[in-house]
């Protein structure tokens, strides 16, 4: 398929994981990429996979917290790659969690990087896509947050359903310019972020059978599927929608 055919795309969070899934998915069907991230060594893997296939990539770290480096990774990419159609906002942090009086406030803050990023990435990629015809943003929100609640995940939870209230508000403010912004809120991903400490794959496994109705985890193929949708034109009339990827969990 090449319903990305032309366009140029950015993905934070995109040197591992779901951003990588995402990334390569994109470029598969004719984007060109480009892939941010803090490390550089997980930039270039990705860059790499995606230019073994034929696809067009290209990294550009970043840390989404840093103002100044947002609008460098917004710019970079539109001179390197000539443009800005698509934005996937992957960027995301686990921390350890706790009840809430037992958050340790660097942890809390630490936290809340997922809704700073996911803001400051918003603030770049809407001022380009403004100023040259419109575009679609995609933020990777959670399950956890404005779906359910889980014990121990307080200031995960408040920082993801942050950034689903930040889409909600951004897709009304900005689709009059012909900026779409939808959110995926997936559960639990076959990524390392889904596993408890000590979990092994097959621990999780076996703890999600029970679980989940579904009884699995997502494979990241799978996010990757629905962030595409939302992406392409088939999805034009989807605007401010949180898509739930969670196997029945929040039902």
Same mark, same amino acid.
């Given at each position: 398929m090449t319903r990305f055919a032309g366009k140029a795309a950015l993905v934070t969070g995109g040197g591992s994981g779901i951003g990588r899934a995402i990334a390569s998915a994109l470029a598969d069907e %004719?984007?060109?990429? =480009?892939? #941010? %991230? !803090?490390d550089k060594d997980k930039l270039a893997a990705t860059v790499d996979i995606i230019r073994d296939k034929g696809g067009s990539a290209v990294a550009v770290p970043a840390d989404v917290t840093n103002a100044g480096e947002v609008a460098a990774m917004v710019e970079s990419t539109v001179r390197e790659l000539g443009g800005l159609h698509v934005a996937v906002n992957s960027a995301g942090v686990l921390p350890p969690g706790g009840q809430i009086a037992d958050?340790?406030?660097?942890?809390? $803050?630490? =936290?809340?990087? &997922?809704?700073?990023?996911?803001?400051? #990435?918003?603030?770049y *990629?809407? #001022? $380009?896509?403004r100023d040259n015809g419109g575009g679609a943003i995609i933020n990777l929100s959670s399950a956890i947050g404005s779906q359910m609640t889980m014990p121990f995940t307080g200031a995960y939870a408040t920082s993801k359903a942050g950034v689903s209230a930040l889409t909600r508000t951004a897709a009304k403010e900005y689709i009059s310019s012909g900026i !779409?912004? &939808?959110?995926?809120?997936? %559960?639990?991903?076959e990524t390392p972020m889904s596993l408890l400490p000590g979990e092994t794959e097959a621990? !999780?496994?076996? !703890?999600?059978?029970? =679980?989940?109705?579904? %009884?699995?985890?997502?494979?990241?193929? *799978?996010?990757a599927s629905a962030v595409l949708w939302l992406a392409a034109d088939e999805s034009g009339f989807a605007v401010g929608h949180d898509l739930v990827l969670d196997g029945a969990a929040s039902n």
């Amino acid at each position: 398929m090449t319903r990305f055919a032309g366009k140029a795309a950015l993905v934070t969070g995109g040197g591992s994981g779901i951003g990588r899934a995402i990334a390569s998915a994109l470029a598969d069907e %004719g984007a060109a990429v =480009a892939v #941010s %991230g !803090r490390d550089k060594d997980k930039l270039a893997a990705t860059v790499d996979i995606i230019r073994d296939k034929g696809g067009s990539a290209v990294a550009v770290p970043a840390d989404v917290t840093n103002a100044g480096e947002v609008a460098a990774m917004v710019e970079s990419t539109v001179r390197e790659l000539g443009g800005l159609h698509v934005a996937v906002n992957s960027a995301g942090v686990l921390p350890p969690g706790g009840q809430i009086a037992d958050i340790v406030e660097e942890n809390w $803050h630490a =936290a809340m990087a &997922n809704v700073t990023g996911t803001w400051l #990435s918003m603030k770049y *990629e809407i #001022s $380009h896509m403004r100023d040259n015809g419109g575009g679609a943003i995609i933020n990777l929100s959670s399950a956890i947050g404005s779906q359910m609640t889980m014990p121990f995940t307080g200031a995960y939870a408040t920082s993801k359903a942050g950034v689903s209230a930040l889409t909600r508000t951004a897709a009304k403010e900005y689709i009059s310019s012909g900026i !779409r912004v &939808n959110a995926v809120s997936p %559960g639990p991903v076959e990524t390392p972020m889904s596993l408890l400490p000590g979990e092994t794959e097959a621990d !999780r496994a076996a !703890r999600l059978a029970g =679980a989940l109705p579904i %009884g699995r985890a997502a494979t990241v193929e *799978e996010i990757a599927s629905a962030v595409l949708w939302l992406a392409a034109d088939e999805s034009g009339f989807a605007v401010g929608h949180d898509l739930v990827l969670d196997g029945a969990a929040s039902n």
